[in-house]
């Protein structure tokens, strides 16, 4: 998926601002060009390790949502360009897949050092690529050096080799292998352009894979500055390609000659992607969209769960897969937490600058943008109310939108089913806990689900009864998610397969079970018959049983 072209539009005025239109704090860092934070020179060496071996796929461009400047020009790695990176990945796996796990390990703890050493700049590319906050952009810095210090440190544990349980107790020695995939393709989107990447391509080297990877061409910086930090910890060049380039050019062409193909992006993408990979008879993992909701229980903490609410509709402008688009509140509790939700989002500023001024910032491209206006103004038009926000704000900067919550919204409006993607949620009330959930489950979708309550065992059991791959409770989605050591992933149309823990790993080998036999084969001992030693055989069975065992 590639971000469309961004129309400057009407450029910026103060880079903090509040809803309501007042201006924000003067000391906010003016954002007056890009290149005051990404110089030429580091843009220049980025561009030039775009995988291109020979073939002619023309040029293709990013630009930045804050300002519609041109961040680069790249070049488009055609389809050729995607076969030689792959040609090119295998040679190198063959000898990474060879070295021991604790070189691979050390060097993805020297990388968590650099990801570390380098945040500010970071922060500024992921800003500058993305339009996001800097507060959100720090998210995607504390998650990828988390996932990439939890797999330095756990991979052993979870792909090393592993005694298993013989067919004959003592006689038979049997040991599970994790052989790599081989060349993994990675397909990243614009949205999360470095903690995405990290929790897809650190486990898939760890577990001795080279990788080819595509970033959306509007964040294509930060996957490239990403694996230059990587090379410079040691890893070897040639192991891990990027290619840029369109969509549905380059993307058919990653899944055309990977092993194994890790996707994230939309669930009609989803669909192209799996169906390709079934044709091939490899394997996928795909996380894509999502519709979740937020339970507001009677026994809630209002206050908590306001702030809640608003970190979980408004990160990212919205743009987060498992961010927060629907909540439902208990009627004894929901005029308050209205309220009070109400008077915190009208509150929010909107802004441009490269510090932590702003509470939220830009969309990312005219597709979400139009996207969020479409939602809005269906929902306005079929009678929903908008309770706060409901504008553009192009006099901050191109894309920007406020941050909106909508009432009254019925199953006949688009933004009821349909994933918006951006800074609006829609507020419901309901009377029991059977009901919040029925509604909560109400979508083809199931990634992610809040819930806030001060009962930790009717949260226990409620949570087990939402079709979601995560629930949060007394949070909206930071403690699953940056819980790195469990599964992180989609049910219905949000996915197949997980990231992060044991399973974000283990996808990207193969089990192999290598059986020793000693001593006795597994057949007739000693001239036995074999009537006699099939009744051995069953007796044997019996016996396990008995001993319980496995």
Request: proline share 4%; charged share 25%.
């Amino acid at each position: 998926m590639t971000a469309d072209t961004i129309d400057p539009g009407n450029g910026i005025s103060e880079d903090a601002q509040d809803v309501s239109g007042g201006a924000g704090p003067q000391q906010a860092t003016r954002l007056d060009s890009i290149h005051s934070r990404l110089s030429a020179d580091l843009v220049e060496r980025l561009v030039g390790k775009v995988a291109i071996h020979g073939a002619v796929g023309g040029r293709t461009q990013s630009y930045s949502p804050l300002t519609g400047e041109l961040i680069a020009d790249f070049p488009a790695s055609a389809p050729q360009d995607v076969r030689a990176a792959f040609a090119k990945a295998r040679v190198a796996q063959q000898a990474w897949g060879q070295t021991h796990l604790a070189h691979r390990t050390k060097v993805a703890r020297r990388l968590h050092d650099l990801l570390l050493e380098r945040s500010d700049q970071l922060l500024d590319m992921v800003q500058i690529e993305t339009g996001k906050a800097r507060k959100h952009a720090l998210d995607e810095v504390l998650s990828a050096a988390a996932a990439t210090r939890h797999y330095a440190y756990a991979s052993r544990s979870y792909i090393r080799s592993k005694r298993r349980r013989g067919v004959l107790p003592v006689l038979t020695k049997v040991t599970e292998n994790r052989i790599p995939k081989g060349v993994v393709g990675i397909i990243t989107p614009w949205n999360y352009p470095l903690a995405l990447a990290v929790s897809d391509v650190i486990p898939a080297l760890i577990a001795g894979n080279a990788v080819v990877h595509k970033p959306d061409t509007q964040t294509a910086l930060t996957g490239l500055r990403l694996r230059e930090l990587a090379v410079q910890a040691g890893l070897p060049e040639d192991l891990w390609q990027v290619v840029v380039g369109d969509g549905p050019v380059v993307g058919p062409a990653v899944v055309e000659n990977a092993d194994y193909v890790a996707f994230t992006g939309s669930t009609t993408t989803g669909r192209t992607v799996a169906q390709a990979a079934a044709s091939r008879l490899i394997g996928c993992s795909l996380e894509l969209g999502g519709k979740n909701a937020m339970l507001v229980l009677d026994d809630a903490d209002i206050e908590k769960s306001v702030s809640g609410a608003l970190r979980g509709c408004f990160s990212s402008a919205g743009q987060l897969c498992i961010s927060i688009e629907r909540i439902y509140v208990h009627y004894t509790k929901y005029d308050e937490f209205l309220s009070r939700f109400l008077t915190e989002v009208r509150a929010m500023r909107l802004g441009s600058g490269l510090d932590y001024t702003a509470d939220m910032g830009s969309l990312t491209n005219t597709k979400q943008l139009e996207n969020v206006t479409l939602h809005v103004e269906d929902a306005k038009a079929k009678g929903a109310k908008v309770l706060s926000g409901g504008r553009r704000r192009a006099e901050i900067g191109p894309l920007f939108y406020e941050p909106t919550v909508l009432g009254d919204v019925k199953d006949t409006m688009r933004v009821y089913g349909e994933e918006t993607f951006g800074p609006v949620v829609s507020v419901y009330s309901f009377k029991n806990e059977g009901e919040a959930i029925a509604d909560a489950n109400n979508t083809p979708y199931g990634l992610n689900a809040s819930m806030w309550t001060r009962d930790h065992k009717r949260a226990r059991e409620i949570a087990r009864k939402l079709h979601a791959g995560t629930v949060n409770v007394n949070e909206a989605y930071a403690a699953a998610w940056g819980s790195v050591d469990s599964p992180m992933g989609g049910m219905g149309q949000s996915g197949v397969g997980r990231r992060h823990g044991a399973e974000g790993i283990l996808r990207f080998t193969e089990a192999q079970t290598a059986a020793r036999q000693r001593l006795l084969p597994i057949a007739p001992w000693f001239g036995m018959s074999e009537e006699r030693w099939g009744s051995l055989m069953l007796r044997s069975l019996k016996l396990l049983k008995t001993l319980r065992m496995k």
